[in-house]
């Protein structure tokens, strides 16, 4: 199983001690500085960090922000909590998210949906706009559930699976088990 992480150093801490047979997680962010911690904090051979600047575009029109590279995978789940509002380089026509009235929406989503296969699980950590956006602009048959107790928000491609791949939506319940259980984690971490 690949895991796809957007920037969530948190999370990465948390994470790596879950035991999951062939997990592959791949994170990234645009602060080095998280991925040092995350680094010497989670000692673990299954994860592959990767830094990336963010930049200031648009999607259909809409200004966004997209990693400017991306790891060549196909995510089994994408956990969606970053990059910030205020990280991004550039402006679309004078307008970019370092404001603190802007709101963080990512796109890099977007841009890859069409490498998804059916099954595909995304969750969207407490960023709400960034899950209307996603929700509006998704082109796929993409169910949608908000989790109030977490403010998180899930993702499933449901799609009739593609002869060569064996997942199933067992993806998508398993995947919400992880998500609240990482999120008991956090509260606790921020508890002590």
């Known amino acids: 199983m690949e895991i796809l992480l957007f920037d969530n150093p948190t999370l990465i801490s948390l994470i790596g001690n879950f035991q999951c047979s062939n997990k592959y997680l791949k994170t990234f962010s645009n602060i080095n500085k998280w991925i040092n911690v995350c680094k010497n904090s989670v000692k673990t051979n299954l994860v592959n960090y990767h830094y990336s600047q963010c930049s200031i575009s648009t999607f259909n029109d809409r200004v966004c922000k997209f990693f400017d590279d991306l790891p060549n995978i196909c995510p089994h789940l994408i956990y969606l909590d970053g990059p ?22 990512s796109a890099d989503i977007l841009a890859i949906e069409y490498f998804l296969l059916p099954g595909t699980l995304i969750v969207v950590d407490v960023r709400t706009a960034n899950a209307r956006f996603l929700k509006n ?20 491609l449901l799609e009739k699976h593609l002869e060569f791949t064996t997942r199933g939506n067992l993806i998508f319940v398993w995947a919400i088990i992880f998500a609240n259980e990482l999120r008991k984690n956090m509260v606790r971490s921020h508890n002590i």
């Open 84 to 105: 910030d509002q205020f990280s991004p380089i550039g402006n679309v026509r004078g307008v970019n998210t370092n404001h603190p009235d802007r709101l963080p929406i």
């Open 137 to 156: 602009n998704l082109q796929r048959n993409w169910s949608y559930y908000y989790e109030d107790n977490f403010d998180q928000h899930y993702f499933e």
